[in-house]
C-alpha cells in the first residue's frame, strides 16, 4: 500500500469517463463521490486513504489512453494470475495485435516441446574404402550432418566452420591419411544417439551404422508390409532396414523392403558449405584429395564407412536461450524449418507453421485470432490476442521444460534486450520477450511481484507516437505498479 497525501489529480482520472469500462477498476470507496471531492474533503481523507498497487495500475492504464504517445495507438494489455486463473486487469485483451519478435516465444516452445531441452545434432566425419602404408585414402570422405540450425554459426557456444574444420583435419591426420583418391560426399541423416520415439514423417528412412538416411517417401506405400515397432526402450533397435511414420497408421512401423517412391518432400539442405571448406583447408594443410565435393541428399546403397570424429551442436537449451536473449532472427527462423522437417520431415516455411500452429492447438492455445507467418515475428501480418499470450505464459509453467523456457528470457534491467529497460521497480523483477518493428512496440512474459506471485502479462502497442525510447517509457510506467501486487 503506497499512501497519498494529495490524492484529487489520481482520483480524477480515476474517476473520469472512459471508453475503456473493462479497466476501470474504481475503488468501492471511491463510488460515494457523486460529485467529485472538494479540496477539504480531500484534506480530510488524506491522512486515512490510501492508493493500492492495484489502484496504481490502473490509473496508470488511464493515464495512457490519453498520453500522445499513445492516444492514437491500437495497444492491449494484459494482467494474469496463474494461480487464481485470474485476469487481474486487461484492456483491449482481445484485440488482434502485431507481435514483432515475442512470436519468437510461440517458437522456441515448440522446439522444445517437440525434441526436449537436451536435444543436440550431430555432424559426423567418416570415410569408406581403405588406407594403404603411404596413407592413402582410397575411398570417399563422407561429412553427415542433421540440419544443426547452429551449425557454423558461432551461437550459443556454437564452434565456426572454421573451428569445426580444422577439428576435422586434425581427426584425420591422427588416424594417419595423407591423401585422399575420392570424393567428399555431403548428406543429411537423422542420428539414432537422439532415441527419439519418432522420425520425420513422409519419408523412408534405412538404418545404417549410428543413423538413418532418406531413401523415398512413404507415398502409396504397401500398407502389408508394415510391422511394428514393439521394444519398449528403443525402437530403433530392431534389426531391421526401413523405418516410417505410417500414412496409413500414422505410428512408427518397420519393413524388411522398399521399392517404393522418390522423395517428394523437401529436406533440408546438406552441409555443403562445410564440405567446401574443408576440402579447401585439406589442400592449404598439404593434404591432397583427388574429387569434389558432391551432395548426395539420397542414398540407398551407402558404402560401408569408419567415424572419424563426430561434432555435436549446442543443447537445445542454449540455442533457445540465444535466440529469445538475443532475440536472434537468423536461429528463430532455423528452429521453425527445423520443426517442420523433425515433424513432417519438410525442411519448408510452410510446414514449419503448420506445425507450429498444430503444436499450439494441441496446449489449447485460442488460434481463432492468430496469425503465425514466420518464426521470428518480422512479418507484420502476425496477428495475437493479449489475452492468447498470457494464458499461452501462464500454461507454460506447466510444462516439465518450463525452466528451460524462463531461464531464455532477458532480465529488466539486466540481460539482453532487456537490459536498457526498467531502472525502476521493474528492475530485475520482469521476465519477458521484447519485440521491435517500426511503430511497434511489445513485452510478453512473467512478473516476479516482491509478494511471491509470478504473474503472465502481454502487452502489445502498435502504431504508437513518438520514439522508441519515449513507448518504452510508457510501458515501465505500466508494468512498475505490477512488482508490488
Same mark, same amino acid.
Given at each position: 500500500?503506497?499512501?497519498?497525501?494529495?490524492?484529487?489529480?489520481?482520483? %480524477?482520472?480515476?474517476?473520469?469517463?472512459?471508453?475503456?469500462?473493462?479497466?476501470?477498476?474504481?475503488?468501492?470507496?471511491?463510488?460515494?463521490?457523486?460529485?467529485?471531492?472538494?479540496?477539504?474533503?480531500?484534506?480530510?481523507?488524506?491522512?486515512?486513504?490510501?492508493?493500492?498497487?492495484? $489502484?496504481?495500475?490502473?490509473?496508470?492504464?488511464?493515464?495512457?489512453?490519453?498520453?500522445?504517445?499513445?492516444?492514437?495507438?491500437?495497444?492491449?494489455?494484459?494482467?494474469?494470475?496463474?494461480?487464481?486463473?485470474?485476469?487481474?486487469?486487461?484492456?483491449?485483451? $482481445?484485440?488482434?495485435?502485431?507481435?514483432?519478435?515475442?512470436?519468437?516465444?510461440?517458437?522456441?516452445?515448440?522446439?522444445?516441446?517437440?525434441?526436449?531441452?537436451?536435444?543436440?545434432?550431430?555432424?559426423?566425419?567418416?570415410?569408406?574404402? #581403405?588406407?594403404?602404408?603411404?596413407?592413402?585414402?582410397?575411398?570417399?570422405?563422407?561429412?553427415? !550432418?542433421?540440419?544443426?540450425?547452429?551449425?557454423?554459426?558461432?551461437?550459443?557456444?556454437?564452434?565456426?566452420?572454421?573451428?569445426?574444420?580444422?577439428?576435422?583435419?586434425?581427426?584425420?591426420?591422427?588416424?594417419?591419411?595423407?591423401?585422399?583418391?575420392?570424393?567428399?560426399?555431403?548428406?543429411?541423416?537423422?542420428?539414432?544417439?537422439?532415441?527419439?520415439? #519418432?522420425?520425420?514423417?513422409?519419408?523412408?528412412?534405412?538404418?545404417?551404422?549410428?543413423?538413418?538416411?532418406?531413401?523415398?517417401?512413404?507415398?502409396?506405400?504397401?500398407?502389408?508390409?508394415?510391422?511394428?515397432?514393439?521394444?519398449?526402450?528403443?525402437?530403433?533397435?530392431?534389426?531391421?532396414?526401413?523405418?516410417?511414420?505410417?500414412?496409413?497408421?500414422?505410428?512408427?512401423?518397420?519393413?524388411?523392403?522398399?521399392?517404393?517412391?522418390?522423395?517428394?518432400?523437401?529436406?533440408?539442405?546438406?552441409?555443403?558449405?562445410?564440405?567446401?571448406?574443408?576440402?579447401?583447408?585439406?589442400?592449404?594443410? !598439404?593434404?591432397?584429395?583427388?574429387?569434389?565435393?558432391?551432395?548426395?541428399?539420397?542414398?540407398?546403397?551407402?558404402?560401408?564407412?569408419?567415424?572419424?570424429?563426430?561434432?555435436?551442436?549446442?543443447?537445445?537449451?542454449?540455442?533457445?536461450?540465444?535466440?529469445?536473449?538475443?532475440?536472434?532472427?537468423?536461429?528463430?527462423?532455423?528452429? %521453425?524449418?527445423?520443426?517442420?522437417?523433425?515433424?513432417?520431415?519438410?525442411?519448408?516455411?510452410?510446414?514449419?507453421?503448420?506445425?507450429?500452429?498444430?503444436?499450439?492447438?494441441?496446449?489449447?492455445?485460442?488460434?481463432?485470432?492468430?496469425?503465425?507467418?514466420? !518464426?521470428?515475428?518480422?512479418?507484420?501480418?502476425?496477428?495475437?490476442?493479449?489475452?492468447?499470450?498470457?494464458?499461452?505464459?501462464? $500454461?507454460?509453467?506447466?510444462? #516439465?521444460?518450463?525452466?528451460?523456457?524462463?531461464?531464455?528470457?532477458?532480465?529488466?534491467?539486466?540481460?539482453?534486450?532487456?537490459?536498457?529497460?526498467?531502472? !525502476?521497480?521493474?528492475?530485475?523483477?520482469?521476465?519477458?520477450?521484447?519485440?521491435?518493428?517500426?511503430?511497434?512496440?511489445?513485452?510478453?512474459?512473467?512478473?516476479?511481484?516482491?509478494?511471491?506471485?509470478?504473474?503472465?502479462?502481454?502487452?502489445?502497442?502498435?502504431?504508437?507516437?513518438?520514439?522508441?525510447?519515449?513507448?518504452?517509457?510508457?510501458?515501465?510506467?505500466?508494468?512498475?505498479?505490477?512488482?508490488?501486487?
Amino acid at each position: 500500500m503506497i499512501r497519498v497525501k494529495n490524492i484529487g489529480a489520481a482520483l %480524477l482520472l480515476v474517476l473520469a469517463p472512459m471508453a475503456m469500462a473493462q479497466t476501470s477498476h474504481i475503488p468501492s470507496h471511491y463510488s460515494q463521490l457523486e460529485h467529485g471531492p472538494s479540496d477539504a474533503s480531500i484534506e480530510k481523507e488524506a491522512d486515512t486513504w490510501t492508493l493500492s498497487a492495484k $489502484d496504481h495500475l490502473d490509473i496508470s492504464i488511464n493515464k495512457l489512453l490519453d498520453d500522445p504517445v499513445l492516444r492514437n495507438a491500437n495497444w492491449g494489455f494484459v494482467l494474469y494470475d496463474p494461480q487464481t486463473k485470474k485476469v487481474i486487469s486487461e484492456y483491449n485483451k $482481445d484485440e488482434a495485435l502485431i507481435p514483432a519478435s515475442t512470436t519468437k516465444l510461440l517458437t522456441t516452445d515448440t522446439a522444445l516441446g517437440l525434441l526436449g531441452p537436451e536435444y543436440k545434432w550431430v555432424t559426423q566425419l567418416e570415410y569408406s574404402g #581403405s588406407i594403404d602404408e603411404q596413407g592413402v585414402l582410397n575411398g570417399n570422405l563422407y561429412v553427415v !550432418g542433421s540440419a544443426d540450425p547452429s551449425l557454423g554459426t558461432g551461437k550459443a557456444g556454437a564452434s565456426t566452420y572454421g573451428s569445426i574444420v580444422t577439428e576435422f583435419i586434425d581427426a584425420l591426420a591422427h588416424i594417419g591419411i595423407t591423401k585422399i583418391k575420392g570424393d567428399l560426399i555431403v548428406q543429411n541423416a537423422v542420428f539414432n544417439s537422439h532415441q527419439l520415439r #519418432s522420425l520425420p514423417a513422409n519419408i523412408v528412412w534405412m538404418a545404417h551404422n549410428n543413423y538413418y538416411l532418406p531413401v523415398g517417401s512413404t507415398r502409396d506405400i504397401d500398407p502389408r508390409k508394415e510391422k511394428f515397432t514393439v521394444s519398449k526402450s528403443n525402437p530403433f533397435e530392431q534389426s531391421k532396414q526401413y523405418f516410417y511414420i505410417s500414412p496409413y497408421q500414422n505410428i512408427l512401423v518397420f519393413a524388411d523392403e522398399f521399392n517404393g517412391n522418390p522423395i517428394e518432400t523437401t529436406l533440408p539442405s546438406v552441409p555443403s558449405y562445410l564440405g567446401n571448406t574443408l576440402r579447401a583447408n585439406l589442400l592449404k594443410r !598439404g593434404i591432397p584429395i583427388s574429387g569434389k565435393v558432391v551432395p548426395k541428399p539420397i542414398d540407398k546403397e551407402p558404402e560401408e564407412r569408419r567415424v572419424v570424429t563426430t561434432y555435436e551442436s549446442p543443447s537445445l537449451n542454449d540455442i533457445v536461450y540465444d535466440t529469445n536473449q538475443r532475440s536472434d532472427n537468423a536461429l528463430a527462423e532455423s528452429l %521453425l524449418r527445423m520443426v517442420g522437417f523433425q515433424k513432417l520431415g519438410s525442411q519448408t516455411l510452410a510446414s514449419g507453421r503448420e506445425v507450429v500452429v498444430q503444436h499450439l492447438n494441441a496446449k489449447g492455445f485460442d488460434t481463432s485470432a492468430l496469425i503465425y507467418m514466420d !518464426g521470428s515475428g518480422l512479418s507484420r501480418s502476425h496477428r495475437v490476442t493479449p489475452i492468447s499470450q498470457a494464458l499461452f505464459l501462464a $500454461d507454460e509453467m506447466k510444462e #516439465s521444460y518450463y525452466q528451460t523456457f524462463f531461464d531464455s528470457l532477458p532480465i529488466a534491467g539486466q540481460t539482453g534486450t532487456l537490459k536498457t529497460m526498467f531502472d !525502476g521497480a521493474g528492475h530485475g523483477h520482469i521476465f519477458a520477450k521484447t519485440g521491435t518493428l517500426n511503430k511497434v512496440k511489445t513485452l510478453a512474459g512473467y512478473v516476479k511481484t516482491t509478494s511471491g506471485k509470478t504473474l503472465t502479462f502481454s502487452l502489445l502497442i502498435n502504431n504508437y507516437s513518438g520514439s522508441v525510447s519515449q513507448v518504452k517509457s510508457k510501458m515501465e510506467e505500466l508494468l512498475d505498479p505490477v512488482v508490488s501486487l
